[in-house]
């Protein structure tokens, strides 16, 4: 079944997306940097499902990104909504057939305090977070002219959503 864009863009929007825009697969930047800083500079490394070594590696997520033609790139107020936003845009897309959207949300998981990544106890729901898959999140925003800036200088957070 053949969804238009517009109708992908306002089913996020009325989830709570504060910007919504579909963009092609190939501007999704993947880096290796990325990961490292997860690696390195991150106390939750680790710990979650949804975070290194549990993820895709970058050159596993850049061939998975091959397989893809479009992407949903939203933005939230917070981690917690932003990931949230990819998973209820999966369920909704699988409703209308398209069975291969992948969500992938922001920061580390946040449905539990704790975390098992062997023993996860929301499979359904805890799905990597971009960063955890080596994309860059500010450089694919910036370069896909989507502001993560709000006028009072706080950061909206990212998801996006591979279909």
């Known amino acids: 079944m053949k969804i238009k864009d517009e109708e992908i863009i306002t089913k996020a929007k009325e989830?709570?997306?504060i910007h919504a825009k579909i963009v092609p697969s190939e501007s999704i930047?993947?880096?290796h940097w990325v990961r490292l800083k997860c690696q390195y500079?991150?106390?939750d490394y680790g710990k979650w499902k949804t975070?290194?070594?549990y993820t895709p590696d970058t050159d596993t997520m850049k061939k998975v990104l091959k397989?893809?033609?479009k992407v949903l790139l939203m933005t939230a107020h917070n981690h917690t909504e932003a990931s949230k936003l990819a998973v209820d845009m999966m369920f909704w897309l699988?409703?209308?057939g398209l069975f291969k959207a992948f969500p992938l949300g922001s920061g580390r998981c946040r449905l539990c305090d704790e975390c098992t990544p062997e023993d996860c106890k929301h499979p359904e729901l805890?799905?990597?977070s971009m960063e955890a898959c080596s994309i860059d999140v500010f450089g694919t925003a910036q370069t896909n002219k989507i502001p993560l800036q709000h006028k009072n200088h706080y950061l909206h957070m990212c998801a996006v959503l591979l279909y």
Do not use: D, Q, T
């Open 15 to 17: 989830l709570g997306a």
């Open 29 to 31: 930047i993947v880096s």
């Open 41 to 43: 500079g991150c106390n």
């Open 51 to 53: 975070c290194p070594p």
């Open 67 to 69: 397989e893809y033609r």
């Open 94 to 96: 699988y409703s209308k």
């Open 126 to 128: 805890a799905y990597p």
